[in-house]
């Protein structure tokens, strides 16, 4: 099965911007989607397909796609930013409903 | 609005098996296909499998492949997750989490709306 890997951790001053990555093979097939999850909460979808937001998430957050890499950027980073994000994406093995994968996860805090 | 409502934690000794419930409202059930992820304490989310509600078909990680079993009952809007043999490393959160397939200018693959999640606690 394929795996997705992103930095463990990053921090960004408030205000600035920060971009996290997300590599792995099945990125050059799938888009990437991306989930944000703060402590004791469920997550929450932030990023999907080649850069869309759901309703809710502020237009700070973005999406891009190049090659086998994924990256969520935080433009201007806010306090309540802080948080654990994952990437997903389905890849090519299973059989038509497909198998998924998780990246390993960045924790960002704002400084 | 959409929702996913699961039932309550469990705790269960080492062998046995484990059923959460997650219960769809607010959108056509059979429409939308589900997913089961799961977080250990401290842990990232790992993708264990996922279901059509419309036909009852599965894919499941191969990771959890003869362990797990995810069933649907379309009268209630209910999926199901048992995984057996449990062992103190199942010991985590489950999630269910609405799984959406898009066809824009490619296929777009996504979780939207996650249940609050299932403690399931595996002790002697």
């Known amino acids: 099965s394929s795996e997705l890997t992103q930095d463990p951790a990053v921090s960004v001053a408030l205000g600035q911007t920060v971009r996290i990555t997300c590599q792995g093979d099945s990125l050059r097939s799938y888009y990437a989607s991306w989930y944000q999850q703060k402590p004791g909460q469920a997550p929450v979808l932030v990023i999907y397909?080649?850069?869309n937001r759901p309703s809710g998430i502020p237009d700070r957050f973005s999406g891009s796609s190049s090659g086998n890499t994924a990256s969520l950027t935080i433009t201007g980073a806010q306090a309540e930013d802080e948080a654990d994000y994952y990437c997903?994406?389905?890849?090519?093995?299973?059989?038509?409903?497909?198998?998924?994968?998780f990246g390993t996860g960045t924790k960002v805090t704002v400084l | 609005q959409v929702q996913l409502v699961q039932s309550g934690a469990e705790v269960k000794k080492p062998g046995a098996s484990v059923k959460v419930s997650c219960k769809a409202s607010g959108y056509t059930f059979t429409s939308y296909y589900m997913h089961w992820v799961r977080q250990a304490p401290g842990q990232g989310l790992e993708w264990m499998g996922i279901?059509?509600?419309?036909?009852?078909?599965?894919s499941y990680a191969q990771k959890f492949q003869g362990r797990v079993t995810m069933t649907r009952d379309t009268s209630t809007s209910t999926v199901y997750m048992e995984l057996s043999s449990l062992r103190s490393e199942d010991t985590a959160v489950y999630y269910c989490?609405?799984?959406?397939?898009?066809?824009?200018?490619?296929?777009?693959?996504?979780?939207?709306?996650w249940g609050k999640g299932t403690t399931v606690t595996v002790s002697s």
């Open positions: 989490a609405r799984g959406m397939q898009q066809l824009v200018d490619h296929y777009y693959y996504y979780m939207d709306v």
């Open positions: 279901i059509n509600p419309s036909g009852g078909s599965t």
């Open positions: 997903n994406s389905r890849d090519s093995s299973g059989n038509h409903l497909g198998n998924y994968v």
């Open positions: 397909g080649k850069n």
